[in-house]
């Protein structure tokens, strides 16, 4: 059973930082492809940044440029570096790892960025 911890959530003001992380049970090279999702209150889940296992990154377009992800040292973990935080990009974010038959997912942190 693979299993997925998020953690690093937390309430930090406009403009501010916070890196999330991704602890896996597994080699994350053992996935097709990491990422990160976020859910805001009423709205749909949707993907934010996702590395696949060669290498390549995507973003969605309301982070390019602010938010980064990136595999851990360790090789069982993602990070997402968000900087510029904005009040639209609070929600629980979600680590997602896709296995070859079914995804996987954290238990979500939640991200609040207030003054």
């Known amino acids: 059973q693979v299993q997925l911890v998020d953690s690093g959530g937390g309430l930090v003001q406009p403009g501010g930082s916070l890196r999330l992380s991704c602890a896996a049970s597994?080699?994350?090279?053992?996935?097709?492809?990491m990422a990160w999702y976020r859910q805001a209150p009423g709205k749909e889940r949707e993907l934010v940044a996702m590395l696949t296992s060669s290498g390549n990154t995507m973003y969605a377009d309301s982070v390019e440029g602010r938010f980064t992800i990136s595999r851990g040292v360790a090789k069982n973990s993602i990070y997402l570096e968000m900087n510029s935080l904005k009040p639209e990009d609070t929600a629980v974010y979600y680590c997602?790892?896709?296995?070859?038959?079914?995804?996987?997912w954290g238990q979500g942190t939640q991200v609040t960025v207030s003054s």
């Open positions: 597994r080699s994350i090279f053992t996935f097709e492809s």
């Open positions: 997602n790892a896709q296995g070859m038959v079914r995804p996987y």
